[in-house]
């Protein structure tokens, strides 16, 4: 099994651009979650979907956020217009809902510059 | 609502010794899963150990075992024989089975873990 797949695994960008980071859930799981986590935030959780379908996403910093998740085995996170404080690591997990344990990819660290 | 309690930022701990994680949760219900996760400066989160309520038998996983304590609310983590590879963050986190379509982890904070040689 390959495990969760984030893609990139590093993103430098300017301030006001675009950025879209990627996530490929291990097979079969059917709950996404994703995450930031900054020194001085910790982890936070953005937002997560249950078999395709946003669950919670009262995490979303602002509607510069958002996040979809088109079928079981692809979802995206984009900031557009992208901000310096948005410089984090960002975790994409996945997990079987009804056992809650869940396994994270290695994070995607973008720096807004 | 449930929490997670983690009271200590920082611990260290001499290689070959070993350390005590604490971590307490606040809940009214009696069916959920407690885990321990490890962040090591790699920053790839592990799951470390996980511990089922209704089990009253503490788990454990090779030198990592718990002392569950389900009426004091408390999940402490222990490490034996503390190795450098040991040095890391480690999260407690709470899940809950009776919370319908919500099946998000609860975090505590973390407590940062330093093993000395």
């Known amino acids: 099994d390959a495990g969760v797949i984030q893609s990139p695994r590093h993103e430098v960008t300017e301030m006001g651009q675009e950025v879209t980071l990627r996530c490929k859930p291990i097979s079969g799981h059917n709950s996404l979650f994703w995450y930031r986590q900054t020194m001085m935030r910790g982890l936070e959780l953005l937002i997560y979907?249950?078999?395709?379908?946003?669950?919670?996403d009262s995490g979303m910093p602002e509607d510069r956020f958002s996040a979809k998740m088109p079928n079981a085995s692809f979802s995206t996170l984009k900031i557009q217009p992208s901000e310096p404080r948005d410089s984090a690591v960002y975790f994409c997990?996945?997990?079987?809902?009804?056992?809650?344990?869940?396994?994270f990819g290695p994070g995607t660290r973008l720096t807004v510059l | 609502a449930q929490t997670v309690t983690q009271s200590q930022p920082e611990m260290s701990v001499q290689e070959a010794e070993t350390v005590t994680l604490s971590c307490t949760y606040d809940?009214?219900?009696?069916?959920?899963?407690l885990f321990w996760y490890k962040q090591p400066p790699s920053r790839q989160m592990i799951l470390v150990i996980r511990q089922e309520a209704y089990k009253q038998q503490n788990a454990t996983e090779n030198r990592f075992s718990v002392n569950f304590q389900k009426a004091a609310k408390s999940f402490s983590l222990k490490i034996s024989d503390s190795q450098l590879g040991d040095t890391a963050m480690y999260f407690c986190a709470f899940f809950s089975f009776n919370a319908g379509n919500n099946r998000k982890l609860i975090w505590g904070l973390g407590t940062s873990l330093a093993v000395n040689p």
């Open positions: 979907f249950n078999n395709n379908v946003p669950i919670d």
């Open positions: 809940t009214s219900e009696s069916n959920y899963y």
């Open positions: 997990a996945s997990s079987l809902a009804a056992i809650g344990e869940q396994f």
